[in-house]
């Protein structure tokens, strides 16, 4: 269900490749990825991911949030900024003192939740903009 989910939300950046092939990125590797789910009802609404190393930028240490995805209907309602604060947790629960993450949108929400841009980063077909959190680790 998530590859298919993250295959249609974003099709330019997996365009080419067969859900097989898109399943494997989201492959949990120990140590260096966890991906969380949000529920309602036994129903699945949203997922991200705490993933190690980012080829597009190796030189910004990990861990890096990606994969943020909620379903349409329960767009808008904080799930996904609770997804993310669930995953900077764990970063800190596991000893990293930062987080890193990449929008393609205005960073500014996540600027007033207390993350700083920290660059840009060509990645895909497009610029992204870089931000960091300290998680008091």
Same mark, same amino acid.
């Given at each position: 269900?998530?590859? &298919?989910? $993250? %295959?249609?939300?974003?099709?330019?950046?997996?365009?080419?490749?067969?859900?097989?092939?898109? =399943? %494997?990125? $989201?492959?949990?590797?120990?140590?260096?990825?966890?991906?969380?789910? =949000?529920?309602?009802?036994? &129903?699945?609404?949203?997922?991200?991911?705490?993933?190690?190393?980012?080829?597009? =930028?190796?030189?910004?240490?990990?861990?890096?949030?990606?994969?943020? $995805?909620?379903?349409?209907?329960?767009?808008?309602?904080?799930?996904?900024?609770?997804?993310?604060? =669930?995953?900077?947790?764990?970063?800190?629960?596991?000893?990293?003192?930062?987080?890193?993450?990449?929008?393609?949108?205005?960073?500014? %929400?996540?600027?007033?939740?207390?993350?700083?841009?920290?660059?840009?980063? $060509?990645?895909?077909?497009?610029?992204?903009?870089?931000?960091?959190? &300290?998680?008091?680790?």
């Amino acid at each position: 269900m998530l590859v &298919e989910w $993250f %295959s249609t939300e974003w099709p330019e950046y997996h365009k080419g490749r067969s859900l097989p092939d898109v =399943a %494997s990125r $989201f492959k949990l590797v120990p140590d260096q990825q966890n991906t969380l789910i =949000a529920e309602i009802d036994d &129903e699945i609404i949203g997922t991200v991911s705490l993933r190690g190393p980012w080829e597009a =930028a190796p030189e910004i240490p990990p861990p890096w949030i990606g994969g943020l $995805f909620v379903v349409p209907q329960h767009r808008n309602q904080g799930i996904g900024m609770a997804l993310i604060d =669930a995953a900077v947790a764990k970063a800190r629960d596991d000893g990293h003192p930062t987080v890193h993450l990449s929008v393609r949108v205005d960073p500014a %929400s996540y600027i007033r939740r207390g993350w700083r841009v920290v660059g840009t980063v $060509f990645a895909g077909d497009e610029n992204v903009t870089v931000l960091r959190i &300290e998680t008091d680790a």
